[in-house]
């Protein structure tokens, strides 16, 4: 059978994780785009050599695309060359990781205002990416890395969505298999589970244990018997945080990596295959999700609604600074958490719309930028201290 042919969109960490997992492997024909073509063209021949150590001969071809409004068009001719059956998008004009290598204080501070205040970085390449999609591939599947649980959502209602996003609820499961596989004195396989929640949620779970409004759904099995409600889940996260705790930043993007081969690989599977992935067909949020024969379909616990899962998914998606997605597109975002932006980073951003996110992203990265050297050359102290006060939008 003709192998599928993979396109990985950004050049960065993730792909180099993901690659080097894929690529051994050698069940693709690889492709890997860019802004930056020589760097791509380095990272390929990387690739290739490494998997020749090991005598696999694979095929990986380098392009360069810059997802940017004014390249549309040429990104489209691109894709149109390659013919990709799927597409992982791992572009981001800012990594989540960038702010945790602010001083411990700073990062503190500013990390109270969740991931939701930072969409623009990620939803405008994926906007400019599903565009030059829909002209030239639109049988593509696309699978996104990028802030999938509101991004996706957000290319929904505009008729874009990705097929199916990566890592946040899924990078929680393995964890939450350990728990309870501990409390049962078994074997994490012997455990099975069925998690719904938004980044939010499966952002704190692993640092800080079940906050203090958690919105989730967790169903288990154990060797195949439901035991969902045997443990208290405050029990079963609380072992989450303390004895699976784990490397982040960089090196935590290898779990990420590791959940984005677990949908890549099963997406054309003769049978569907169990997985958990964040927007599925646009949905917010996280959910246990079935891959497979070319399609991502939901795959809820018996008695769960699909309306419930989503409404779990909103409120933690609104705890993650989105308020509301609109039926045009257009996002709300949470007044407490705009208001630590813009009294830390002077970025005050109440609404967005979808075609408006480029430019909010470049006045958000100009106005880090600025902060982050003032950082650097002053120190942190006055900055951390601040006092946070929540204000309405005017």
């Known amino acids: 059978m003709q192998r599928k042919k993979l396109l990985i969109i950004g050049g960065g960490n993730l792909c180099l994780q993901i690659l080097q997992i894929l690529v051994p492997r050698n069940e693709f024909d690889f492709h890997v785009a860019s802004r930056n073509f020589e760097k791509t063209i380095r990272l390929c021949n990387l690739m290739r050599l490494a998997a020749l150590q090991q005598d696999v001969q694979a095929r990986i071809e380098g392009w360069e695309m810059d997802l940017t409004e004014a390249a549309i068009e040429r990104n489209a001719e691109t894709l149109a060359r390659i013919k990709p059956d799927i597409i992982l998008n791992c572009a981001s004009l800012q990594s989540w990781r960038v702010i945790t290598q602010l001083p411990k204080a700073t990062f503190d501070a500013l990390d109270q205002a969740q991931l939701g205040p930072w969409l623009p970085m990620h939803l405008a390449p994926a906007y400019a990416l599903m565009r030059a999609v829909k002209q030239s591939c639109p049988k593509s599947l696309v699978v996104n890395a990028a802030f999938p649980d509101a991004v996706n959502a957000v290319l929904y209602k505009v008729g874009m969505a990705p097929a199916v996003g990566v890592g946040n609820i899924a990078n929680l499961v393995p964890a939450t298999r350990s728990a309870i596989a501990r409390l049962a004195g078994c074997e994490p396989v012997q455990v099975r589970v069925k998690l719904i929640g ?114 779990l998914n909103e409120a933690g998606q609104r705890q993650d600074g989105i308020q509301a997605i609109q039926a045009d597109g257009s996002v709300t975002f949470g007044p407490e958490q705009m208001h630590v932006m813009e009294k830390m980073l002077g970025f005050f951003m109440p609404e967005m719309k979808v075609q408006d996110a480029a430019g909010f992203a470049f006045e958000l990265s100009r106005k880090y930028q600025a902060f982050a050297d003032r950082i650097r050359h002053q120190g942190v102290s006055h900055v951390a201290q601040q006092p946070i006060l929540a204000r309405q939008f005017g």
């Not at 935590?252 to 992935?277: C, K, P, R, W």
């Not at 497979?292 to 939901?298: D, E, K, P, S, T």
């Open 198 to 311: 938004q980044h939010f949620f499966s952002h704190c779970v692993p640092r800080r244990g079940l906050p203090a409004e958690a919105n989730f759904n967790l169903s288990y099995w154990i060797d195949g018997r439901d035991c969902t409600g045997y443990y208290k889940s405050r029990e079963i996260f609380a072992s989450v945080a303390d004895h699976f705790r784990r490397l982040g930043g960089m090196d935590g993007q290898y779990l990420t990596a590791m959940s984005a081969v677990s949908v890549i690989e099963n997406l054309f599977a003769d049978t569907e295959v169990h997985v958990h992935a964040p927007g599925p067909d646009g949905l917010p949020g996280g959910y246990p999700v079935k891959v497979g024969m070319g399609r991502v379909l939901l795959g809820l616990p018996y008695g769960v609604r699909r309306d419930v899962a989503i409404q």
